[in-house]
């Protein structure tokens, strides 16, 4: 197994089985550390880890360095690293404040964090493939400085993927002990399947984690919004059964896991979509709350959008809602990445 | 005396006179331990008070969240959280920035907050009333999390207001050994009394603190920024005497404690102001200090606006200007605070 | 020699040359410390001098008060503080966020920061002479805070002049024992002399570092962007040859030092530059590169503008090419001056 120590992480592809089941091991772990340091008993262990884990991590400095917003990604970095004991710089929104109105490359940009001695740069940025330019600017600086693409722009977002993935694990039939490689795992897509990078990055990374025979893609979204071409070659390269729907409640019977989206007002340049549509046939409305499994579980990546519906308030208290506690997931996922990173 | 150990801060009126007295207390240690973290010798408690609090702080972390601008509130806070010892997360600026611009509820946001472990939340929106959703949505949570709010729009600043009182009550007559309990205090509120939230908010909390035959409120502003009848309403159903006026020269005479506002242009909406008349009745001239009582004090709870000279500068070196010193108390009281919600 | 301690940092003549020899070994010291926190193998004295500095930063606050756009000065200001062990406070981007929105001055802005027992500021500000003024607030406060400029508009950026020369010694003729005080220095500034205060700022150090016969500075730009005369008078009346011409193609073969600029185009207001003749004539061409001295090295003060091609990017793995380092000498230089300023 290839340590991910001194790595970068840009898409989801670049994950294994072992790898990823080694990665939630130690996001287990880390929340055994987060209740260390929030004051509750824990086991002599977590204390411990929670020590080792701060010396060694006292002198390493992460930036963030961010060019478009985010409130979840930024901030679950941010907690991760103080709650590791790394020293934090958050760059200024760089799309307004930073070196970028003046025209500099990102090659100057990485180059000059390099030489400041950063040991990870966290980054989201508008524009696809920013994250791998990155990492080349990296490597050419001969220091040891991890990329973390955190979204780049239609690109992927492969922490986010990371964060799902151990999300499903932990919830998947709410039975902890289960060993999921062994579960056929009947995952829902549904929304806007064309502009989101969560969908893709976790749609990648749900095929390195399970054997394609115990994973089924169920695609719901309206015709303008429907999952790419290059998504699709890949299931059927894999041997993963997929199948597409425009109304959720047709399917709604044999999911296990419904992966709700946003629709992503701001990259649809141009394109008209029906919002009723959706808000009837794509979204969590009482009849389909009414058809699912007692055992399924939602998820969404966040933020949801109030004025559209996608899941509509009421829902927050029904047990198979998970989407808070998935946002927090990504709190310990990224606490174990960095420290993956960072110290092996 | 309900403690403050977990709870939120919401509004002016939730404090009582005891808790109030406990707050002042703990402030005035505060200015030993910044003393004493600037260098300078203090007595063994404060040094083991410090020790204590910032053993007790150290993975306390605290979220700045500001979706308007700020300088003196924000940065108060920041020092503040970080002489404590805590761990300070600072949002960029939320309104650009933040999933706001994608249309999240701030009941989400404040839900993603606490499942990342933040204790304190120290928030400041354009939206009255924003505080208090935030709350109940980390109730909702089931974790301890205290929102602070750092100013909601036209609605309440209590923050502000404690320091505000504090300095009453540090300068009064200036002496620091009275009682001011036992003391009447004439106060004058002179400009923006229509739009000023730190005007409302202490009006407020003076109440809370002085039996009513103890206060008399004076309101200086131009007829269209009068102050408006909830607190006119609220003060006659407490049998506090107030009285309006036009022209601070009409009343310097008696007033001990000169609150002066900036007009708040941003806050408006198309309301004509005079300026003139404003610069010539209610600010601070070389007619109003001659009237002056000698022991009086001046507060402003800054940014002073220079283009329209509420309180010129050549006043600053006059004993009787207490802005200063007021904004530093802002640190002591806001240190007070955090220690008492968080530590108790 | 007077002591940087508790000083205040302003412009580039402020420094003379035994303050600078001293500033320069403490940056020498400085490399070794970050190759400590690096986790590299460094020599006995480098570690404890880390502690020992680490011990003495603790308490210290240092704020970035940023008015406009920056990644490298900011970033490096950042990094140098955490390094050193210093709490550090960055506004958020103040141009926006700050009460500067309001109209406050930036006396009352100071003021503030004073009273919040804030140990340097480091501000960059589009207003020629605000550092100034800032400093004057501070003295007036009656506490002892640095103010560092870190660019004030068209007027001086100090630190950046320091960096500058401090890389010229560490890099003249690639020979780091030798006494750069007995070595005469051909200097050509190329581009945007006109606008550039970096230009500025490290011509006034130069003067202050070397004797007047062993400088000679070329200034190559187009005509709109020539140097302004008040430096060109300065370098008369202390004796010092310069030349002026409008391609580098004429004068490369003489030059030790090339300073590079950009155009900076927000600041140009109105001007025409033919961007063709400065791409022919005030850049890094091959034509150039062929005549250039096989010791000499060349400088940028970054960004660098790739629609313009100052340096074009094939230069890069040149090893005259020091611009990589300069940026990197920025962070020794600035824990150097932190240093010195807040601890002697």
Same mark, same amino acid.
């Given at each position: 197994?290839?340590?991910?120590?001194?790595?970068?992480?840009?898409?989801?592809?670049?994950?294994?089985?072992?790898?990823?089941?080694?990665?939630f091991?130690?996001?287990?772990?880390?929340?055994?550390?987060?209740?260390?340091?929030? =004051?509750?008993?824990?086991?002599?262990?977590?204390?411990?880890? !929670?020590?080792?884990?701060?010396?060694?991590?006292?002198?390493?400095?992460?930036? /963030?360095?961010?060019?478009?917003?985010?409130?979840?990604?930024?901030?679950?970095?941010?907690?991760?690293?103080?709650?590791?004991?790394?020293?934090?710089?958050?760059?200024?929104?760089a799309?307004?404040?930073?070196s970028?109105?003046?025209?500099?490359?990102?090659?100057?940009?990485?180059?000059?964090?390099?030489?400041?001695?950063?040991?990870?740069?966290?980054?989201?940025?508008?524009?696809?493939?920013?994250?791998?330019?990155?990492?080349?600017?990296? !490597?050419?600086?001969?220091?040891?400085?991890?990329?973390?693409?955190?979204?780049d722009?239609? =690109?992927?977002?492969?922490?986010?993927?990371?964060l799902?993935?151990?999300?499903?694990?932990?919830?998947?039939?709410n039975?902890?002990?289960?060993?999921?490689?062994?579960?056929?795992?009947n995952?829902?897509?549904?929304?806007?399947?064309?502009?989101?990078?969560?969908?893709?990055?976790?749609?990648?990374?749900?095929?390195k984690?399970q054997? *394609?025979?115990? /994973?089924?893609?169920?695609?719901?979204?309206?015709?303008?919004?429907?999952?790419?071409?290059?998504?699709?070659?890949y299931?059927?390269?894999?041997?993963?059964?997929?199948?597409?729907?425009?109304?959720?409640?047709?399917?709604?019977?044999?999911?296990?896991?419904?992966?709700?989206?946003?629709?992503?007002?701001?990259?649809?340049?141009?394109?008209?979509?029906?919002?009723d549509?959706?808000r009837?046939?794509?979204s969590?409305?009482?009849?389909?709350?009414?058809?699912?499994?007692?055992?399924?579980?939602?998820?969404h *990546?966040?933020?949801?959008?109030?004025?559209?519906?996608?899941?509509?308030?009421?829902f927050?208290?029904?047990?198979?809602a998970?989407?808070?506690?998935?946002?927090?997931?990504?709190?310990?996922?990224?606490?174990?990445?960095?420290?993956k990173?960072?110290?092996?």
């Amino acid at each position: 197994m290839k340590s991910l120590k001194g790595q970068s992480i840009l898409e989801a592809q670049q994950f294994g089985r072992e790898i990823l089941d080694d990665l939630f091991l130690e996001a287990d772990k880390m929340q055994g550390v987060c209740k260390f340091l929030d =004051g509750g008993e824990v086991s002599e262990e977590a204390m411990h880890e !929670c020590g080792s884990i701060k010396a060694g991590m006292a002198e390493k400095k992460i930036a /963030l360095l961010f060019y478009e917003p985010s409130t979840r990604t930024w901030s679950s970095f941010y907690v991760a690293a103080e709650n590791l004991g790394a020293r934090v710089m958050a760059i200024p929104p760089a799309r307004q404040f930073s070196s970028a109105v003046k025209g500099e490359t990102v090659k100057d940009t990485i180059a000059m964090f390099c030489g400041y001695g950063i040991d990870a740069i966290v980054m989201r940025t508008d524009k696809e493939g920013m994250a791998k330019e990155a990492d080349e600017a990296a !490597c050419a600086s001969g220091r040891t400085v991890s990329i973390i693409n955190a979204g780049d722009g239609k =690109g992927q977002h492969p922490t986010q993927a990371l964060l799902d993935l151990y999300t499903v694990k932990r919830f998947f039939k709410n039975d902890l002990k289960k060993d999921i490689h062994e579960e056929k795992i009947n995952i829902a897509f549904v929304g806007d399947l064309a502009n989101g990078r969560t969908v893709r990055s976790l749609a990648y990374l749900l095929n390195k984690y399970q054997d *394609p025979e115990k /994973l089924e893609f169920f695609f719901v979204s309206p015709p303008v919004l429907k999952m790419k071409d290059d998504i699709k070659d890949y299931l059927d390269k894999k041997g993963v059964k997929f199948s597409e729907y425009e109304k959720l409640a047709d399917v709604v019977g044999k999911i296990d896991v419904f992966y709700m989206t946003r629709v992503q007002k701001e990259r649809l340049e141009g394109i008209q979509v029906d919002y009723d549509f959706i808000r009837n046939n794509c979204s969590i409305t009482k009849e389909v709350v009414e058809k699912m499994k007692k055992e399924a579980i939602v998820m969404h *990546p966040l933020p949801r959008d109030p004025a559209f519906g996608e899941i509509p308030e009421w829902f927050d208290s029904d047990p198979r809602a998970k989407y808070i506690q998935q946002a927090e997931n990504g709190l310990y996922v990224r606490m174990a990445l960095l420290k993956k990173v960072l110290l092996g």
